[in-house]
C-alpha cells in the first residue's frame, strides 16, 4: 500500500494545471501503461480479499456467502484477548521476531562487507555461492536437515559435541522448548544469511572507488574503511530494508515454525513456538473458526502497519531515505 | 525508436490480459476430477432389481462404464491407482467402475473446508464421523442413503439395526461404516517385549505392570546396549505427541477406561483427571520419566523414527497398534537382520494388571458396532447408486475373502465346505511383490471387521503353524478374548457444536490438555507434575468443563439405557 507513493513523478506537480498533467500523461502513455499491470494485480490480489477482513465482525459460518453472515460486534477480539494462550502466543511472535530483527537483521550486512574483504575473487565467489545456496531449500527439505543435523541419536551436531567433551550426554535440540527461539535463529540465519547479503553486496560494488583512495590518502586503515564508505555508504539500503522488516515484525516465519514443531504437535515445543500465524492457522483454519482467525490477522496486520509507520517516521526524522 | 514503443505497448497489453485472466479466470480443472463419460450420467435410477452380494453382475445396469472420484480425508493415507492390481481389477470388471482417488497433502481439515466453500466436493469421500461429517450432511452436500438400501440389501445385511441407527444424522443414514461389527473381534494395541533384551535382563516374569516396570529398570542400569551395540530404550509407544498413548497404556492396567480424556466415574461421564486412579496412573508415568525408563524422544518422534528404532532392536518394551504397519513389517525387518530377535506379546494378560488387581478386573478394547469412519457420497455423484454398490459389496463375507486373499485363480480357486479359500500358498509366504500384485488388504475401504476376523483365523488356523500369520494368530488367540463390544460410548462428543460457546470452550480445554499433559508425565519432581495435574483441573473448570460433562454424560446415560453397559468388573461393578 504504502509502496505506491515511492517514485512521485515530481515533474507534474511543477507544470500545474489537469492540462499539464493530461499532455504529460500522453507523453508517456507507454511507460504508464506498464505500471498498469502493477495496479491491476494489487487490485486483485491485496484490495479485495480484505473485503473478507469483515468477517472478523461477524459470524462466519461455512456454507455462507461471504460477508453475508450475521453481525457480532467485536465478540471475536473479546474472546481473542480473553483466550488464555493468546498472550503466550503473542509473547513468542513479539519475541521470535525481535531475536530475529536484532540477529538475522544485521547478520548479512556484517558478511557483506566482510565478504567484500576477500580479494581473492574465486574463493569470494565460491564462500557466497555456499551461503546463498540453503534459500533454495524448501523449509520441508531444510526441516528434515535440521532434524537429523540436531538429532540426540547419533546427530552431527551432538556427536561433534560428544566428541570433543564439551558435553557429556547429547542435547535434544528439538525437544526442550527453552532452546526453541534459538534454534529458530539459527536456522533462520542459516537459511536467510547469503541470499540477504547480496543485495548489500550489490550496494557496495556500486561504492565509487575513489573513495577507498582517497580515504586511504587521508591515512584510514582497513577497518577504518570498511566503517565510514563501506559501512556509510550501503546505509541508505540498510535503513530502507530495516523499514520493510520492521514492518514484517509480527510475520514469523510461519512455514519455519510448522516444519520445526512438527505441524505444532510436539507439546514440549509449543509453548514457545506458538505465534500469532500457526495461531491463526491452527484455530481458525484447521478448527473451523474463520471469523476468529480473521480478528486474530487482523490485529496483526493493524500492529503491522503501526510498526511500519512508525519506524517510517524515525527514519525521517533522523533524516534518512523513507518510503 | 517508433518500433520499439508498438512492442512495449504490445507487451503491456499482453500483461494485462495475462494478469486479468489470472487473477479472474476459472481454476484450471482439477486433475481429481473425474473424467467423467458423459453417457453415464442417467443410469439405473429405475434401474432393475439390484442382485444380491454373492452375484456377480456384468449386466444390466453395470453394462455403461462409471468413473467416479473418491477423496480420503486423511493425509496419511496411501493411495494406489485402482484398477492395476487383482482385486481392484476384479472390483473394477464386476462392477464398470473406475475410481479416481485423491487424498489432502497435508491439513485435511483445512483442505475439507476450503472444498466445502468452493464447492468443490468429490463423488465419494472417506471420512471420520462427527463434526466434518454432521456438517457435511447439513449443508446438504451428503447423499441419503436410504433410497439405495432399497435396492441393495448389503448394508441391512451386514450391519446391527442399531448400528444403522447410530450412524443416522439427522434422522437420515449418510455414511457407510468401515469396519464395523456385530461381535468383539480383532484387537491391536498390545504390550510388545523385544525378545533378546529380554532374555540379557534374564528373562524377568511379565505377568503384571510392577513385573514389566522391573524389566525396563533392568534394562535401563543392565542392558543398556543391544548386542550390536546400539543404545537401548527402556520402553516406548508409537507416537503420542499429547501422551494420550501412554496414559491409556497405564491407566488400562489401574483398571481404568479412557474415552478420549475421559471415563466412568461413580456411574457417570467424567473427565478423567477427576479420576484418583487416573492421577496415580499419570505419577506412576512421571515416575517411568523421572527415572528413564520412557524414551527421551518420545514425545518429538515421528512414526517413521520410532519404527526405526523398533526395526533396529532397541525398544526393550514397545505398547503398539500391533496391527499396523503392513503387519508388523518392522518385526519382520528384526527377525531377517537377527534370526535370534523378535518382538513378543506379554502373556498371558495382554494389559499386565497393578497393585495386585486381578486380570478380571481389567478391561480390554471397547469397541462400537459402527467401527471407525464412514464412506458418504456427495450430492455431486451423478451416479450414486453405483457408488453405494460398489463400497457396500465390500462389507459383505464374499467381498472379505478378494479383499484378503485375492479374486479367485491365484491364491486360491475354490472354497471349503466352511466356505472358508483353501490357500495354494500361505499367505506368510507371499512377498511384498505378490501381495502388491494382488492387492490384497489395500482395498478394505471400506471393510467389515468380522467378516475379515472370522475368515482369517480361520484360514490362518488350518495352516501348518510354523506357516501361521503373527498377527492374526496373536489376535485370534490373545486379544480378541479380551475385547469387549458395546455402544455405549458412541456419539457423546457429537452432542456439543464445536462452533457454539461450549464447543468452543471444549476446545479450548482438550486442546489445555493436550499440551500440559505431556508436561506432568516430564516434570522434574512429583510435586511439579502434581502441581501441572490440578493446574489442569483448574483450567477445565475455569473454562466450562462442568457443563461439558453434564452434557456428556446426559448422552451417556441414555446410551447405556439404550444399548447396556460392559463395564461392569472392577472398579466399574455396582
Same mark, same amino acid.
Given at each position: ?39 491491476? =494485480? ?14 472478523? !465482525?461477524?459470524? !462466519? %459460518? ?23 494462550? !493468546? ?34 575473487? %574465486? ?32 546427530? *552431527? ?14 542435547? =535434544? ?23 540477504? *547479503? ?16 582517497? *580515504? ?7 577497518? *577504518? ?28 516465519? !510461519? ?14 515445543? %509449543? ?48 533524516? =534518512?531515505?523513507?518510503? | ?7 512495449? &505497448? ?15 479466470? #476459472?481454476?484450471? +480443472? ?43 480425508? @486423511? ?68 447423499? +441419503?442413503?436410504? +433410497? ?11 450391519? &446391527? ?63 543398556? $546396549? ?18 494420550? /498413548? ?85 518385526? #519382520? ?9 523378535? @518382538? ?14 486381578? +486380570? ?36 459383505? /463375507? ?26 495354494? $500358498? ?8 505378490? /501381495? ?26 488350518? &495352516? ?18 479380551? $475385547? ?27 486442546? @489445555? ?10 516434570? #522434574? ?26 452434557? @456428556? ?22
Amino acid at each position: 500500500m504504502v509502496g505506491n507513493t515511492v517514485i512521485q513523478p515530481i515533474g507534474i506537480r511543477k507544470r500545474g494545471g489537469i492540462n499539464g498533467f493530461v499532455k504529460e500523461f500522453l507523453k508517456q502513455v507507454d511507460l504508464q501503461l506498464l505500471v498498469i499491470p502493477g495496479i491491476i =494485480h494489487i487490485i486483485i490480489f491485496s484490495y479485495i480479499p480484505m473485503y473478507g477482513v469483515i468477517m472478523a !465482525f461477524q459470524e !462466519f %459460518r461455512l456454507g455462507d456467502f461471504p460477508g453475508m453472515s450475521e453481525w457480532v460486534g467485536l465478540k471475536h477480539f473479546r474472546y481473542l484477548f480473553t483466550d488464555p494462550n !493468546f498472550g503466550l502466543v503473542l509473547r513468542n511472535t513479539i519475541v521470535i521476531s525481535l531475536l530475529k530483527l536484532l540477529i538475522c537483521f544485521p547478520a548479512p550486512i556484517i558478511f557483506a562487507i566482510l565478504i567484500n574483504e576477500i580479494l581473492n575473487m %574465486r574463493f569470494r565467489k565460491t564462500v557466497q555461492t555456499i551461503s546463498y545456496l540453503p534459500h533454495f531449500i524448501s523449509w520441508v527439505v531444510a526441516g528434515t536437515l535440521m532434524f537429523d543435523f540436531f538429532s540426540v541419536d547419533n546427530g *552431527a551436531v551432538n556427536s561433534a559435541l560428544l566428541a570433543l567433551g564439551i558435553i557429556d550426554r547429547p542435547i =535434544h535440540f528439538f525437544g526442550v522448548g527453552e532452546y526453541f527461539w534459538g534454534m529458530a535463529v539459527i536456522t533462520d540465519l542459516w537459511k536467510s544469511l547469503g541470499w540477504n *547479503a547480496i543485495i548489500y553486496i550489490a550496494a557496495i560494488t556500486s561504492i565509487d572507488p575513489d573513495l577507498y583512495e582517497a *580515504a586511504e590518502i587521508d591515512g584510514a586503515g582497513r577497518y *577504518a574503511k570498511m566503517w565510514h564508505i563501506t559501512f556509510k555508504s550501503i546505509l541508505p539500503t540498510v535503513i530502507l530494508l530495516l523499514i520493510f522488516s520492521v514492518g514484517n515484525l509480527l510475520n514469523a516465519n !510461519f512455514d519455519q515454525i510448522m516444519v520445526l514443531t512438527n505441524q505444532m504437535t510436539n507439546p514440549k515445543l %509449543r509453548a514457545f513456538a506458538d505465534v500469532i500465524d500457526t495461531y491463526v492457522y491452527r484455530v481458525g483454519i484447521s478448527g473451523n473458526r474463520s471469523s476468529y482467525a480473521a480478528a486474530a490477522g487482523l490485529f496483526k496486520s493493524v500492529i503491522n502497519v503501526m510498526l511500519l509507520l512508525t519506524a517510517n517516521k524515525i527514519a525521517s526524522r533522523t533524516g =534518512h531515505e523513507v518510503l | 525508436m517508433k518500433k520499439f514503443r508498438i512492442l512495449s &505497448l504490445f507487451m503491456v497489453v499482453f500483461i494485462i490480459l495475462a494478469i486479468v485472466a489470472s487473477g479472474c479466470g #476459472k481454476k484450471a +480443472p482439477d486433475t481429481s476430477k473425474p473424467a467423467e463419460t458423459s453417457e453415464t450420467a442417467k443410469e439405473s435410477e429405475q434401474g432393475t432389481e439390484s442382485e444380491s452380494s454373492t452375484e456377480s453382475g456384468e449386466s444390466g445396469e453395470y453394462s455403461e462404464p462409471y468413473t467416479f472420484t473418491h477423496y480420503f480425508n @486423511y493425509d496419511w493415507w496411501g493411495i494406489k491407482p485402482w484398477g492395476e492390481d487383482e482385486v481392484s481389477k476384479y472390483l473394477s470388471k464386476k462392477f464398470n467402475v473406475h475410481v479416481e482417488f485423491a487424498k489432502p497433502d497435508s491439513d485435511p481439515a483445512a483442505k475439507l473446508n476450503v472444498m466445502i466453500s468452493s464447492g468443490d466436493l468429490p463423488d465419494s469421500i472417506m471420512m471420520d464421523r462427527g463434526p466434518d461429517n454432521i456438517r457435511l450432511a447439513r449443508l446438504g452436500l451428503l447423499q +441419503p442413503l436410504e +433410497p439405495f438400501m432399497t435396492k441393495n440389501p448389503n448394508l441391512q445385511e451386514n450391519l &446391527l439395526p442399531q448400528t444403522i441407527e447410530l450412524l443416522k444424522i439427522d434422522g437420515k443414514l449418510y455414511g457407510i461404516p468401515n469396519w464395523p461389527r456385530t461381535a468383539p473381534t480383532g484387537g491391536n494395541d498390545v504390550w510388545m517385549y523385544n525378545l533378546r533384551i529380554w532374555q540379557d535382563a534374564g528373562s524377568p516374569k511379565l505377568e503384571t505392570f510392577e513385573d514389566l516396570y522391573a524389566f525396563a529398570k533392568k534394562v535401563k542400569t543392565d542392558v543398556t $546396549k543391544t548386542r550390536e551395540g546400539l543404545s537401548t530404550i527402556p520402553f516406548m509407544t508409537d507416537a503420542t505427541g499429547d501422551g494420550w /498413548r501412554l496414559a491409556n497404556a497405564f491407566y488400562r492396567s489401574y483398571g481404568g477406561v479412557l474415552n478420549g480424556w475421559y471415563t466412568v466415574l461413580d456411574g457417570k461421564y467424567r473427565l478423567a483427571f477427576r479420576d484418583p486412579v487416573f492421577k496415580e496412573v499419570s505419577l506412576e508415568l512421571n515416575k517411568w520419566w523421572r527415572e528413564g525408563l520412557i524414551a527421551e524422544t518420545q514425545f518429538t518422534d515421528t512414526t517413521d523414527q520410532i519404527l526405526e528404532k523398533a526395526t533396529n532392536g532397541r525398544i526393550a518394551l514397545f505398547y503398539y497398534d500391533h496391527s499396523q504397519d503392513d503387519n508388523n513389517h518392522f518385526r #519382520k525387518i528384526l527377525k531377517k537382520n537377527h534370526p535370534d530377535d523378535s @518382538y513378543e506379546l506379554v502373556q498371558p494378560n495382554v494389559f499386565p494388571p497393578a497393585k495386585g488387581l486381578s +486380570p478380571n478386573d481389567i478391561y480390554g478394547d471397547i469397541t462400537s458396532t459402527v467401527g471407525w469412519n464412514v464412506t458418504c457420497i456427495t450430492t455431486k455423484a451423478k451416479n450414486p447408486q453405483r457408488i453405494f454398490d460398489l463400497w457396500t459389496y465390500l462389507l459383505t /463375507r464374499e467381498a472379505a475373502i478378494i479383499q484378503m486373499y485375492g479374486p479367485p485363480g491365484f491364491l486360491w480357486d475354490t472354497l471349503d465346505d466352511q466356505g472358508l479359500p483353501i490357500l495354494k $500358498k500361505a499367505e506368510g509366504e507371499l512377498t511384498a511383490e505378490e /501381495r502388491d500384485r494382488l492387492g490384497l488388504w489395500f482395498w478394505m475401504i471400506p471393510g467389515h471387521s468380522d467378516h475379515v476376523d472370522t475368515i482369517k483365523f480361520a484360514v490362518n488356523d488350518k &495352516l501348518p503353524e510354523e506357516k501361521r500369520n503373527w498377527v492374526v494368530s496373536m489376535q485370534a488367540h490373545i486379544v480378541t478374548p479380551t $475385547k469387549l463390544l458395546s455402544d455405549e460410548f458412541v456419539g457423546i462428543g457429537d452432542v456439543i457444536d464445536p462452533q457454539s460457546d461450549l464447543g468452543i470452550q471444549r476446545t479450548l480445554c482438550e486442546d @489445555y490438555i493436550k499440551a500440559n499433559y505431556p508436561k506432568v508425565i516430564m516434570a #522434574k519432581s512429583p510435586e511439579e507434575a502434581e502441581k501441572v495435574y490440578e493446574d489442569i483441573i483448574k483450567f477445565c473448570d475455569q473454562n466450562g468443563m462442568p457443563q461439558i460433562e453434564e452434557t @456428556y454424560d446426559k448422552k451417556y446415560q441414555d446410551n447405556v439405557k439404550r444399548f447396556g453397559t460392559v463395564l461392569k468388573k472392577g472398579r466399574y461393578a455396582k
